[in-house]
């Protein structure tokens, strides 16, 4: 574990990315591989912002060397995320190796952050991707199918959500990227209230 401790803003929602996690663990039969996670995430919430217009985890995007990645799940995937570390293990266990563990065992209908629309969408994701060799072929796969994922050269680079709905072929990129700070300022109201 890398002695970088991110600061997860308060406006991220621990729960929803705990539960979205777990779900991929519930596909994978209990458990999925820290890499996999990371790339079937990134590719849930692409493809949400493609049908939607809006992502499932409305995390940070970032550029590292296995392709893109949700950056504070992935924090809390390496257990380098301190803060409400509470809410992530009630859904998943700390990593063993190179894998992410449910911490109790459940069923989608206790996934009370996600909608029938992100289940739907993870479903899809999983259903395209399960059979893409392994963690590697994965990740190779993001680096050819996702434009807006740079090479960091061993760090990482954040990804606009402009950039990202402009490779979607989206007419208002700037406006949809708006949309996803607008709503993370409205869930930061929320929690205030």
Not at 134 to 160: M, R, V
Request: hydrophobic share 35%; glycine share 6%; with cysteine.
């Amino acid at each position: 574990m890398s002695s970088y401790v991110p600061q997860i803003p308060e406006w991220f929602n621990t729960r929803r990315a705990a539960q979205v996690t777990a779900y991929l663990a519930l596909k994978g039969g209990g458990h999925v591989n820290i890499l996999r996670a990371t790339k079937l995430i990134y590719l849930a919430d692409r493809l949400s912002m493609a049908r939607r217009d809006a992502p499932i985890t409305g995390d940070n995007l970032v550029s590292m060397p296995f392709g893109p990645v949700n950056s504070y799940t992935y924090s809390y995937m390496t257990g380098a995320a301190p803060v409400r570390q509470g809410v992530w293990a009630e859904y998943i266990s700390p990593r063993r190796k190179h894998d992410l563990w449910l911490a109790q065992e459940l069923t989608a209908d206790d996934l009370d952050e996600l909608s029938r629309g992100d289940l739907r969408i993870l479903d899809e994701t999983w259903e395209t991707f399960k059979d893409v060799g392994d963690q590697f072929d994965l990740a190779e796969w993001t680096h050819q199918y996702c434009p807006e994922w740079k090479e960091p050269n061993g760090s990482s680079i954040p990804i606009d959500y402009a950039t990202v709905y402009k490779r979607l072929g989206k007419d208002d990129p700037v406006d949809l990227a708006e949309q996803v700070q607008a709503d993370r300022q409205l869930a930061l109201s929320l929690q205030k209230h």
